[in-house]
T-cell receptor
Framework: ETGVTQSPTHLIKTRGQQVTLRCSSQ?????VSWYQQALGQGPQFIFQ???????GRGNFPPRFSGLQFPNYSSELNVNALELDDSALYLC???FGQGRLSYEQYFGPGTRLTVT | GEDVEQSLFLSVREGDSSVINCTYT??????LYWYKQEPGAGLQLLTY?????DMKQDQRLTVLLNKKDKHLSLRIADTQTGDSAIYFC????????????FGSGTKLNVKP
């Protein structure tokens, strides 16, 4: 059984640029959630995808967008990057929707630095 | 909104027990979790407890839930240096049950 994988591991971008981060779910999981973890903080929920549809969103602006593919892998896109977007971006996969997705497994994260 | 709070630091000696505490505000929480994060790594699910339980034990880990006081604790028996990490408490809310809410984490330092 493969765990959750994310790519790239590290990324450096310039303010105003756009970035795409990728996540492959754990085998058998059909739900993906994305989190932003700023230095010294707990993860903050960005959004969740279930069967290719957005299933909920946290307090993040529309320049944070996502996709989920038929194989349940996912992308996080961030447009017009700001310095405050520098963080560790974590992807978590689970099976099911809402309360059924209670057992989430996290990937190692992508460290994004915006200069 | 939902709020999860933890103390920032805990230091113990190897072999002692560690107790990490967490308080939450959402009385509709259904599941409460403990995650471990080692430097430069993602989050590892350690254990979770359903809100209708008071206690859950899993090898060296014991989770206690006081639903009346909205207090959750994680006890690590016979703490080892490999347990040094940041521990996050998290909840899944009954109203926004598609989101996890995390605390800011407790950094556990285990001295040899």
């Amino acid at each position: 059984e493969t765990g959750v994988t994310q790519s790239p591991t590290h990324l450096i971008k310039t303010r105003g640029q756009q970035v795409t981060l990728r996540c492959s779910s754990q085998s058998g999981h059909n739900t993906v959630s994305w989190y932003q973890q700023a230095l010294g903080q707990g993860p903050q929920f960005i959004f969740q995808y279930y069967r290719e549809e957005e299933n909920g969103r946290g307090n993040f602006p529309p320049r944070f967008s996502g996709l989920q593919f038929p194989n349940y892998s996912s992308e996080l896109n961030v447009n017009a990057l700001e310095l405050d977007d520098s963080a560790l971006y974590l992807c978590a996969s689970s099976f099911g929707q809402g309360r059924l997705s209670y057992e989430q497994y996290f990937g190692p994260g992508t460290r994004l630095t915006v200069t | 909104g939902e709020d999860v709070e933890q103390s920032l630091f805990l230091s113990v000696r190897e072999g002692d027990s560690s107790v990490i505490n967490c308080t939450y505000t959402d009385s509709s929480s259904t599941y409460l979790y403990w995650y471990k994060q080692e430097p430069g790594a993602g989050l590892q699910l350690l254990t979770y407890i359903f809100s209708n339980m008071d206690m859950k034990q899993d090898q060296r880990l014991t989770v206690l839930l006081n639903k009346k006081d909205k207090h959750l604790s994680l006890r690590i028996a016979d703490t080892q240096t490999g347990d040094s990490a940041i521990y996050f408490c998290a909840e899944i809310s009954g109203y926004n049950f598609n989101k996890f809410y995390f605390g800011s984490g407790t950094k556990l330092n285990v001295k040899p």
